[in-house]
């Protein structure tokens, strides 16, 4: 069964400073996602990482992925308010046969303070 | 860009009673999911649609639950006789693996069983 943990779950941040959320996986994943939420709202995609050494970066936001240690991390750069938000990570299992279905980690509740 | 249209957006209902959740996913999309998220945790698979019929289902998803996709186009969730432990948000998704943008989520509908 595929396993997705992040940490940490809970993040507050003063405004400028830098930090990475973590998000492991248990098993050989073919597609890792990003996903933004603000409260009472849907999924936002913010990437799609799709081979091992995938670096992608939209403004302060810059997603990487290591699949040999089933890891990928999601670095914030000089945090502002705006990026208040829960942030996910999200795994396909491998392969067409896992129906290309989500596995997604508990979220982590950024808070960036003035 | 396209999107995912779900309605209603807040659905409240009396437990016991059944309700019918609908989503017109992309159309030219392969793979249809609902998902839910209960209120301040993860989001969970609920079952996917592939070829006209369920691909995979989670334990999540017992004989209550049912999905149909009558016309080609409005995907539904069907929850014969609700419990109180249905509160949750429902996405609604859809994808073609062969794109290597990410899925594309719907903005949701609250249930809320009273």
């Known amino acids: 069964e595929l396993k997705v943990e992040q940490n940490p779950l809970f993040l507050s941040m003063q405004e400028g400073k830098n930090y990475t959320i973590y998000c492991n996986y248990s098993?050989?994943?073919?597609?890792l996602y990003w996903y933004r939420q603000d409260p009472g709202k849907s999924l936002e995609s913010l990437f799609v990482l799709l081979s091992n050494g995938a670096v992608k970066q939209e403004g302060r936001l810059m997603a990487s992925l290591d699949t040999k240690a089933r890891l990928s991390t999601l670095h914030i750069t000089a945090a502002v308010h705006d990026l208040s938000a829960t942030y996910f990570c999200a795994v396909t299992s491998m392969g067409g046969g896992s129906n290309y279905k989500l596995t997604f980690g508990k979220g982590t509740l950024l808070t960036v303070n003035p | 860009e396209p999107e995912v249209t779900q309605t209603p957006s807040h659905q409240v209902t009396q437990m016991g009673q059944e309700v019918i959740l609908r989503c017109v996913p992309i159309?030219?999309?392969?793979?249809f999911y609902w998902y839910r998220q209960i209120l301040g945790q993860k989001v969970e698979f609920l079952v996917s649609f592939y070829n006209n019929e369920i691909s995979e289902k989670s334990e999540i998803f017992d004989d209550q639950f049912s999905v149909e996709r009558p016309d080609g186009s409005n995907f539904t969730l069907k929850i014969r006789s609700t419990k109180l432990e249905d509160s949750a948000m429902y996405f609604c998704?859809?994808?073609?693996?062969?794109?290597?943008?990410?899925?594309?989520f719907g903005s949701g509908t609250r249930l809320t069983v009273v």
């Open positions: 098993t050989t994943s073919d597609r």
């Open positions: 159309s030219n999309h392969l793979y």
């Open positions: 998704a859809s994808i073609d693996p062969r794109e290597n943008y990410g899925y594309t």
